[in-house]
């Protein structure tokens, strides 16, 4: 069964400061994983996503994450945290179903950023 | 540009009440989707569709029903509104599978 496990619900980093958000995946099946983001008051917004290809995957926004199939984790990633990059942050990994369409969603991790 | 519309964002109704909440996309995709998102519990997945007139049951479908009679238009059905179905519910789409979902901005519902 698949399922997603987001570590911490809340970080807090200054901003310029390295932004690290953990992901950790359990899949049956080869795994597709989904970085997203919501602001307050809005739907979410892809970030980025790993299906296959690269095991770095390049986002928006200068988020990246790294698929290690070793450690069953899709950690995201930012160099230097803005101020505009408080919002809160889920990963997802894809279902069972007749559609692989679904979606299971970690229980997200809120992002705050300091001055 | 992909869109999804909710058709409020804001609704407050009473118990028992019949509640219907509209989504709407203009990409032409297969699969549409209904969540509700609750503080610490993510986003849990209530039903989806893969085809018109098709749907299969998520995660907590109890209480809630849905219909899709055209490709474009997903509902979802409060069939007798509770206080315990008070949340924030997102409606998302995706075209292939294994595709991204692309969601509209939710719909806000207090049941009171």
């Known amino acids: 069964a698949q399922s997603v496990t987001q570590l911490g619900s809340h970080v807090s980093v200054s901003e310029g400061a390295l932004v690290l958000l953990r992901c950790n995946y359990s899949?049956?099946?080869?795994?597709?994983l989904f970085w997203y983001v919501q602001y307050p008051n809005q739907g979410l917004q892809l970030l980025l996503k790993?299906?296959?290809?690269?095991?770095l995957v390049k986002g928006i926004n200068g988020f990246e994450a790294e698929f290690k199939k070793s450690e069953t984790s899709f950690h995201l990633t930012k160099p230097s945290a803005h101020m505009s990059d408080a919002a809160e942050y889920f990963c997802?990994?894809?279902?069972?179903?007749?559609?692989?369409?679904?979606?299971?969603f970690g229980k997200g991790t809120k992002l705050s950023v300091k001055p | 540009d992909v869109k999804v519309t909710q058709s409020s964002r804001y609704l407050v109704k009473r118990t028992g009440e019949k509640v219907f909440l509209e989504c709407v996309q203009d990409?032409?995709?297969?699969?549409m989707f209904w969540y509700r998102q609750d503080p610490g519990l993510g986003l849990r997945l209530i039903y989806f569709?893969?085809?018109?007139?098709?749907?299969e049951k998520g995660d907590i479908p109890e209480g809630y029903s849905v219909s899709r009679e055209k490709k474009e238009r997903f509902s979802l059905i409060l069939e007798s509104a509770s206080t315990n179905q008070t949340s924030m519910y997102l409606c998302?789409?995706?075209?292939?599978?294994?595709?991204?979902?692309?969601f509209g901005d939710g719909t806000r519902l207090s049941i009171l």
């Open positions: 998302a789409s995706s075209p292939l599978d294994n595709q991204p979902q692309h």
């Open positions: 899949s049956s099946v080869p795994p597709y």
């Open positions: 790993y299906t296959s290809a690269a095991t």
């Open positions: 997802a990994v894809r279902g069972p179903g007749r559609s692989q369409g679904n979606l299971i």
């Open positions: 990409m032409d995709h297969e699969n």
């Open positions: 569709s893969y085809d018109v007139k098709m749907k």
